[in-house]
């Protein structure tokens, strides 16, 4: 399994392109036989849980959030108008991102560059909402998502758009929630561990911010699909979480 994962890459560059999103759809369907969405807000613990269930049910892992990162730190570097979506778009048919799983760890290149840490920066984070409210960059992001799946037997995928946008049709759709506090909590642990000394209030209004901005944007907001299962975390641990999940999982699959 970690081998399958390690040698695992998604070069972005270089996806097909399809002609329709109904065809795009079909084909998804017709490869991937099992798809788990895994939806919600900054810090609700979707991402460890995501790449924990993959490695569970032997799927692959897709972490959209990293893309989004990596392309706005790509547009970051050419120091393009991050308004202007035509320049956005130039930005991501320019260069050449990679993705890779190595060692549980999720490996991020931009022109065969490591970028894996510097994607986790605070002005990345600051700066990645232009990326997610620009409308035909996020149809091409949603574009690689699904070409991803079309190649993988199983997979888990983890947004903010997954089961509503990018795989209406998953298998089984999960949307994470916590209290902002709580989440908040995590955050500051996970920054404490990287030297970082943000107050609890600083980053608790930054998330506050980051969800106001995910949930109101026109095009992929953050927001449950009809059809998702809705586990709030805030007293639950990862492993807690992770069984809960596979339950469902093993249910409904
Ligand atoms: O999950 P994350 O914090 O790594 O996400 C980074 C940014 O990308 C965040 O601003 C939300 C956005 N995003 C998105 O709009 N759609 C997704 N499917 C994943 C992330």
Do not use: H
Request: proline share 2%; charged share 30%; aromatic share 4%.
């Amino acid at each position: 399994m970690q081998d399958k994962l390690m040698t695992q890459a998604l070069l972005l560059s270089r996806w097909i392109e399809l002609n329709s999103r109904n065809l795009e759809v079909r084909v998804v369907f017709e490869m991937a036989n099992l798809i788990v969405t895994i939806d919600g807000p900054a810090a609700s613990g979707k991402s460890t849980v995501a790449r924990l269930l993959a490695e569970r049910l032997g799927a692959s892992f897709l972490d959209t959030g990293a893309m989004y990162r990596a392309v706005t730190l790509a547009a970051m570097q050419a120091g393009v108008d991050m308004s202007d979506e035509e320049e956005l778009l130039g930005v991501l048919r320019d260069s050449e991102f990679g993705f890779a799983v190595k060692e549980g760890k999720l490996m991020v290149l931009i022109n065969g560059i490591d970028v894996t840490a510097q994607i986790r920066e605070s002005e990345v984070t600051a700066n990645a909402r232009y990326i997610a409210s620009a409308e035909k960059l996020r149809e091409r992001l949603v574009r690689m998502q699904r070409q991803f799946a079309a190649g993988e037997e199983k997979i888990v995928t983890e947004g903010r758009d997954q089961g509503t946008v990018a795989f209406p049709d998953a298998d089984i759709k999960f949307y994470l929630t916590a209290e902002a506090i709580e989440r908040a909590k995590r955050r500051q642990a996970e920054l404490r561990a990287k030297g970082s000394t943000e107050s609890l209030e600083q980053i608790q209004s930054g998330l506050q911010e980051r969800d106001k901005s995910d949930q109101t944007r026109a095009v992929g907001p953050l927001k449950p699909a009809d059809d998702a299962i809705v586990v709030d975390t805030t007293d639950l641990s990862i492993e807690q979480v992770l069984a809960k999940l596979l339950g469902y999982v093993k249910k409904n699959a």
